[in-house]
Nanobody, 115 residues
């Protein structure tokens, strides 16, 4: 089991930046991978970025070059730096931790990009 607490969402204008944080209740050495997903109104939840225990990363095509996922093992925290935000990035962003084959989720944080 792991609890995930997200922070950093908010309202930003097009072209702006936000940094999301997700702190886990257990050592990240025991977590296979961590990720950020998002869900926009009326759409399915989608993977945004994932980082493994060895710090390998992968990104959804639409965020490549704009978003960066990183981790601080000493703080049990994963970050999502989001630059060049656009309207289509508006969504609730969820932190995900995968332990073995089980997924755990945070409560979500709202990101709203306005024009």
């Amino acid at each position: 089991q792991v609890q995930l607490v997200e922070s950093g969402g908010g309202l930003v204008q097009v072209g702006g930046s936000l940094r999301l944080s997700c702190t886990a209740s257990r050592s990240m050495d025991t977590i296979s991978s961590m990720a950020w997903y998002r869900q926009a109104p009326g759409k399915q939840r989608e993977l945004v970025a994932r980082i493994t225990g060895s710090s390998s990363t992968m990104y959804q095509d639409s965020v490549k070059g704009r978003f960066t996922i990183s981790r601080d093992n000493a703080k049990n925290t994963v970050f999502l730096q989001m630059n060049g935000l656009n309207i289509e990035d508006t969504a609730v962003y969820y932190c995900n931790a995968r332990i073995a084959s089980t997924d755990f989720w945070g409560q979500g944080t709202q990101v709203t990009v306005s024009s």
